[in-house]
């Protein structure tokens, strides 16, 4: 059994990674579309690989108490739209897994991938803007100063 507990986290699983933080799901490093409930669903569930979630647990955690909807019908239209996005079938899974009338299981293996310095993963954009800028600068000037000095030894 596995359980994954930080909110923080970048899990991967298959070629899918899901990212808690900013809330996305990628395939192969492309952003998979999915609303928020549906990828509330899905964290719920990887966070709990191998693990059977109840009906009444995704209710407790992902819909709130003080809404009032069909929630059946939520939680199967969510269910519905996160094997689409993960390309899963309810006949024949491979991520997820029905448990009659109880609930859920995500049946993939699931790993945290490492977090990386910021500064590795996206530089600053502004940074890399300042040090072209000033060798764009650098490189006027020292055609300037040899100019001028040509022209004055004429």
Known sequence: MQTTSSNNAILQFGVFQLDLKAGELHKAGVKVKLQDQPFRVLAVLVEHAGQLVTREELRQKVWPSNVYVDFD???????????????????????????????????????????????????HRSRILRNSILAGLTAALLAAFGYWTWRGSI
């Open 73 to 123: 019908q939520g939680l199967n239209n969510a269910i519905k739209k996160v094997r689409e996005a993960l390309g899963d079938s309810a006949d024949s899974p491979t991520l997820i897994e029905t448990i009659a009338r109880h609930g859920y299981r995500f049946i993939a293996t699931v790993s945290t991938v490492p977090a990386q310095p910021a500064q590795s993963l996206h530089p």
